[in-house]
């Protein structure tokens, strides 16, 4: 059974928009969060994360919000840009460094 | 700066037949872990190792064996391969002191027929 969910295969926005990306988890013990981007024929690459102990970190254009008494998880990009066209995967662990749990990810397509 | 790399980046199998995916990363990493990923159902941890000596089992390990005899390399065997086992297999890396950032090679592209 899928411990961390993606609910949307694809996503379209604007350049210059707001891109918001959803996650959802079941398991309670996950206190790590990540998301990773991921260009065709590459491998994924580290975007940003947050640890249970915060509801919200930014980097730049991207911020992540937790919402733990949800289990839901955010990635917002403002404002969205074409390069930002990719897969996003969201990743859960309840002990970094170890067993990572992937959605099945959110293709976003950014529109000049 | 070469990261993480694997080889081949792209194989045909027979069903029977066995191989070996390498994977060597060049950043004195302890952490290091093969994900496979396939459509509908994201990237799933097969195998994972905290440092030279030690692997664990993760999500879907059956059909594969791994052995970490330094920190640089964490091949990947595939014993008996299956047309189940096609797939995009990635090898990852990161540091103990850092572990959430995994360091993701470009992936092999197997087909077994």
């Known amino acids: 059974d899928q411990q961390v969910k993606q609910n949307s295969p694809s996503l379209s926005v604007q350049e210059g928009r707001i891109s918001i990306l959803n996650c959802d988890y079941t398991?309670?013990?996950?206190?790590?969060f990540l998301w990773y981007k991921k260009y065709p024929a590459e491998g994924p690459t580290f975007l940003i994360s947050?640890?249970?102990?915060?509801d919200k970190n930014e980097d730049g254009r991207f911020t992540v919000f937790l919402n733990k008494s949800a289990k839901h998880l955010s990635l917002h990009i403002v404002p969205s840009q074409p390069g930002d066209s990719a897969v996003y995967f969201c990743?859960?662990?309840?002990?970094?460094?170890?067993?990572?749990?992937f959605g099945t990810g959110t293709s976003l397509t950014v529109i000049p | 700066n070469a990261g993480v790399t694997q080889t081949p980046k792209f194989q045909v199998l027979k069903t029977g037949q066995s191989m070996t995916l390498q994977c060597a990363q060049d950043?004195?990493?302890?952490?290091m872990s093969w994900y496979r990923q396939d459509p509908g159902m994201g990237l799933r941890l097969i195998h994972y190792?905290?440092?030279?000596?030690?692997?664990d089992q993760g999500e879907v390990p059956n059909g594969y064996n791994v052995s970490r005899s330094t920190t640089e390399d964490f091949p990947l065997r595939l014993l008996s391969a299956a047309p189940s086992q096609t797939s995009v297999y990635f090898c990852?890396?990161?540091?103990?002191?850092?572990?959430?950032?995994?360091?993701f090679g470009s992936g092999t592209q197997l087909s077994v027929l």
């Open positions: 950043m004195n990493h302890e952490y």
């Open positions: 990743a859960a662990s309840a002990e970094t460094g170890n067993q990572f749990y």
């Open positions: 990852a890396s990161s540091s103990y002191r850092d572990g959430e950032k995994l360091f």
């Open positions: 947050i640890s249970s102990i915060k």
């Open positions: 190792s905290v440092g030279a000596g030690i692997t």
């Open positions: 398991n309670s013990m996950f206190d790590y």
